[in-house]
């Protein structure tokens, strides 16, 4: 055997190939699922944290700062594990999926407030005089005024920490989330063949290159020239 | 309320873990000592090696950035650690663990440099380079301080990120911060110890999560 035959058998063995790819098609459908659900939440939540924000309520923002530094400093895997091994001896049994996407919600969430929170205090004070003085309530002059011009100023760097995060997906292996990286390694373990694995690196390069590539195109697009 | 505290604060068995806690902490840090200056290096490598005047240079450089930025740095330290062995390339660990975190890191460092050197202007190449400094000279003195000083709060935010990943090597078995607490987890059936491993990456990264905000702020008050 060649060195050559050596690398394909031992990473693109075709009977392999054709046993497992149902399994990784499955783990790749359960990770696009989670990944839509984190962005969803966790970009919504975040939105909904900085808006809450810019009404100034001490004790409520003070809570706010408190929730987005920890799960900026957090790994979120230390959050998975402790979630999911230590809520069951208090009575919270949840599902691993359900804990994956929680954690990677409120990691998600705190980015994003923090980025939405810098667009709002970046807008500057004439707008929102302006806003209040045409007979615009704060409410208003945040959903209508601000809030628009803070989303799209946030769209550039909030685009690579969403593609980050959703690839933390991965993680979910660790507590038997059924993603492609736990397909791959559960197939891995049956076979004593490395392809499976190399399936899996594949279906997330395949799954994410045209984001990462998407996200480049965003950068250059949205990138706002502020006079 | 009781059964919380004595779940996820229980002092005792905090006190208990303390020192097999702190031995992971050094091991992280150790750790931190040699991705972050790998991946620095690396990254530093990469963005030259993008802004290359050979077309296929260029391609090649930004086709493995994008590659090692969409493939989950999990994904790589386990295809290196589980699926190399099945080559004959047996990788310790560490090894292991350094090598899938420069692919990575080095990405991320890369691209930020990348923008950086990007946002100093063309006339400072050509006025140093007038002057009479070499290439490496125009680079290493005018172009990249200026750089690093532009793109710093993406330069310390992506370190901490580098930090927090560590944890990742938990999953080979290396025996960082949260692997001593999860297995300090296993064996007292008490999740206290990676409610402490916890708190410990809170102490360590918050000032820096911190530094960051102030310097963003900084930064785009310019």
Known sequence: MTAWERFVDTFFKPAMLAQYWPDILKGMLVTVEIAAAVVTTGLALGLALASLRAYRLLAVNALIVVFVDVFRALPPLVAILLIYFGFPSIGINLPSFVVLWLVLSFVLAAFAEEIFWAGITSTPKGQWEAARSTGLSFSQTLAYVVMPQAVRLGVPPLTNRTIAITKNTALGTVIGVGEILNQATTAQSFTGNATPLMMGAIAYIVLFVPVVALGRWIETRFAWRRA | ?222
Request: glycine share 6%.
């Open chain 2, 1 to 222: 309320m009781d059964a919380i505290l004595d779940q996820f604060l229980n002092f005792a068995i905090m006190q208990k873990v303390w020192p097999l806690l702190l031995r992971g902490l050094g091991t992280t840090l150790y750790l931190c000592a040699l991705v972050i200056p790998l991946g620095l290096a690396g990254g530093l490598l990469v963005a030259l090696l993008s802004r290359s005047k050979r077309r296929a240079v260029t391609w090649a450089a930004i086709a493995l950035v994008d590659l090692f930025r969409a493939a989950p740095p999990l994904v790589l330290l386990i295809l290196l650690y589980s699926g190399l062995p099945f080559a004959g390339i047996n990788l310790s660990p560490t090894v292991a663990v350094c090598l899938a975190f420069f692919c990575n890191t080095s990405s991320y460092y890369g691209e930020i440099y990348r923008a950086g050197i990007e946002s100093v202007g063309r006339g400072q190449w050509e006025a140093a380079r007038s002057t009479g400094l070499s290439a490496p000279q125009t680079l290493a003195y005018v172009v990249l301080p200026q750089a690093v000083r532009n793109v710093l709060p993406d330069l310390v935010s992506n370190t901490i990120e580098v930090v927090k990943l560590t944890s990742i090597a938990s999953v080979v078995s290396f025996p960082e911060l949260l692997y001593s607490a999860d297995m300090a987890r296993s064996l007292t059936f008490n999740s206290s110890p990676v409610v402490l491993a916890a708190l410990i990456y809170v102490v360590i990264l918050w000032p820096l999560v911190r530094l960051v905000s102030r310097l963003e702020r900084r930064v785009a008050a310019h």
